[in-house]
């Protein structure tokens, strides 16, 4: 797959208004719980704030972080990824090339699925022929187009024959495996309404979008999870998390809550606050499909017109990393580029020679106009009013419009926006440029509308050079994709903004709980409920 793709964006990014109407919040909370108040307690177990429901738990078909994540821990793949995106077993035992277009998979013994049935090569083999169907009907299936052949060699062992050598294959070997008989498109409704795998935990109930419910699989391959329950809640503001944090109405929320809230959630002494360096990247959608932003200088004026720096350093409390790429500084593929940098003297001349002229001098009439969609989580549109100032100033005009989730999320995926804010939650194949930025996966109904280029970019030039790096060694891709960057950093698709780091807020009901680089959940698996259950108010 391509990493959990990307979730709307988690920050504080500026007036402080919404940090003190947390504080006020806060310290009405302290008031009450010091007048000997108790509140209710939480469902036995460990419970987990999500900011939005997932879209699907199906992973065939789920497109957002949270569903991706979430079916993970029901049905995880034959390989997963390290902090350092480096491919580490998951259900398969050992993988190994045979030659350039053949890939072996050696399943791990004795792995069943949650209902007992036994998880062989042939299910491995049926997941990824009904993926690559196009009678399915998932949006995931162009993956998979350089797969020829799936062979089963015994019960254990699974071979991916390959039309030509296709480097970014290991990261698309992460897909979920189903049973066969859940598989053809006759069982998307059996998965999606109660999802089988052999994750560490299996499915109990989801019976509306605010909650959901795991419990431990006894068969699980790395041992039965030591938490007795999970169960997920949706809670859509920010402030509203916070207070059930410090409540003790929840143990743990994973990259939704900003860092202008966590000196709060430090000083309880029932939380901790665990942070390390994310591979999470926020940008600016832009429309390129018709009218100004068409033009790359008019993108390359509003790229000189944001400054991320103040945003970083004092909004994001140094929990993030000026982005000038898609792949983070670390990243082995990752090549320094000039960048735009914040120049409103360029930005101007840019928009003159575009046609846009300033119409009666600074502080008047605009010179452009756009809308900028976002969520209506109240950091989010903190955000996107930062920026609205910023472009201000150069005299582009921002009308904000804060929209729920699901409706934001669906006008991205249409294209029906002019600016959007977005987070790819994680990133860890660079093949991922190609996700984003080839022409082929422009959204659109041909791929019901799952392409990640919702931009619309379309250069020939870049197509041939991500398309090269697919079958290219490890050192030629490295040189592809620093062409590939350089050729993004002049296009501006879209305009970086940051790479945030994972944090995680644990209560002390959870032992044992490291986040993940990438925002996975994977690591509940390893954790620790601990006694006695919750009772009352911390």
Known sequence: MDAPPDIHLVTDAMPPLPFRAVRVFVVTLALVLDSGCRAPAPPAGITVLLEAPPDSLDDRFALTAHGQRLAQLISPGLLTFDDASRPVPQLAESFREVSPTVMEFVLRPGLTFHDGSALTAEDVKATFDALRDPKLGSPKRERYEPVDRVEVVDARTVRFHLKRPYAPLLAELSAAILPSERVAPGGIEAQGAHPVG??????????????????????????????????????????????????????????????????????????????????????????????????????QALCHLIDVRPLVEHKLHGLAEPASSMLPREHWAFTATPGCGYAPEEAARLLDAAGYPDPDGPGGQPRLSFTFK????????????????????????????????????????????????????????????RGAFHSANIPGPENHWGGFNRGALKDPALDRVLDAATQASREERKTLYAEAQRELDADLPVIPLWHEASIAVVSSRIADFEPSAHGLLLPLARAREVMPAHGSTP
């Open 198 to 299: 052999a994750g560490p935990f299996r499915f109990e109930s989801w019976p509306d979008e605010e909650h959901l419910t795991l419990v431990p699989f006894e068969g699980w391959h790395g041992g039965k999870p030591a938490v007795s329950r999970l169960t997920f809640r949706v809670v859509r503001d920010e402030t509203t998390r916070v207070l059930e944090l410090l409540k003790g109405r929840a143990d743990l929320v994973v990259n939704n809550v900003s860092p202008a809230v966590l000196p709060t959630l430090r000083e309880a002494p029932h939380l901790r606050v665990v942070t390390k360096p994310g591979t999470g990247f926020t940008y600016l959608g832009l429309n390129l499909r018709e009218g100004p932003l068409a033009d790359v200088r008019v993108r």
């Open 374 to 433: 976002t969520s209506t989580d109240r950091f989010r549109r903190a955000v996107a009013l930062v920026l609205k100032e910023q472009l201000a100033k150069g005299g582009v005009a921002v009308e904000v419009r804060a929209l729920e989730f699901g409706t934001f999320f669906e006008d991205v995926r249409r294209g029906r926006f002019e600016l959007f804010t977005l987070k790819w939650a994680a990133v860890m194949e660079p093949d991922l440029l």
